[in-house]
């Protein structure tokens, strides 16, 4: 059985690093030219990942993925359990950097600092945790478990159609969310 899971949550953490980047990107930049575009688009990108990878992509690993790899290999327990700190404190670091974020747009640049001071932090700690991941967990999964496994985990990722994989259309819920992120954020993930 083939490892589509992992091919999917690769894709998966490559978008989100794109993603990542590209908001560093736009805060090195400022909103110079046009600051209501800045401010959009960067909620856009911390609203994506606040109901995309908390919202479907940690859950499927912690309830589905992390359960199966433990029993088959608990060598890994170690990381399993600083990845599963890390999926209970992302959603409140995200929903944190979105008020930051709120303060610099509504309140001017003496909020900027506290943003940019926490984004640094959080952008690195996020390519960490995928880090490991993918050279710890990852080869753990291929080497210890069975086909019967590969073929729910393969199923429930199946499920996630993240649009910014580029293998995906959004659906019509995030179209709106998916068209201004791309309309207006650097490359690679956007045309701006």
């Given amino acids: 059985m083939k490892n589509i899971s992992l091919h999917i949550i690769r894709d998966e953490h490559a978008s989100l690093a794109a993603m990542l ?5 736009l805060v090195d930049r400022g909103p110079i030219e ?15 990942i606040a109901e995309f990878p908390e919202r479907l992509h940690h859950p499927k690993e912690s309830n589905l993925l992390f359960p ?8 890994v327990m170690g990381a399993i359990d600083r990845l599963e700190r890390d999926h209970m404190h992302s959603e409140k670091a995200v929903r944190e950097l979105l008020h930051l974020l709120l303060a610099w747009e509504l309140l001017g640049n003496t909020r900027r600092d506290a ?4 984004l640094g932090p959080y952008v690195s700690a996020y390519l960490e945790h995928m880090h490991l991941e993918e050279s710890v967990i990852f080869p753990a999964a291929e080497t210890a478990l069975s086909e019967e496994d590969w073929t729910a985990l393969n199923a429930a990722f199946e499920q996630n159609a993240d649009p910014l994989t580029g293998k995906h259309a959004p659906g019509p819920v ?7 992120i ?5 490359a690679p993930i956007g045309l701006g």
Avoid at 174 to 180: A, C, D, V
């Fill in 115 to 118: 943003f940019v001071s926490a």
């Fill in 34 to 48: 046009d600051e209501q575009k800045f401010f959009e688009v960067m909620r856009a990108m911390l609203f994506y």
């Fill in 174 to 180: 995030f179209e709106k969310l998916f068209s201004r």
């Fill in 182 to 186: 791309v309309s207006n954020a650097p």
């Fill in 68 to 75: 199966k790899i433990v029993k088959r290999a608990p060598e």
């Fill in 21 to 25: 980047h590209a908001m560093m990107q």
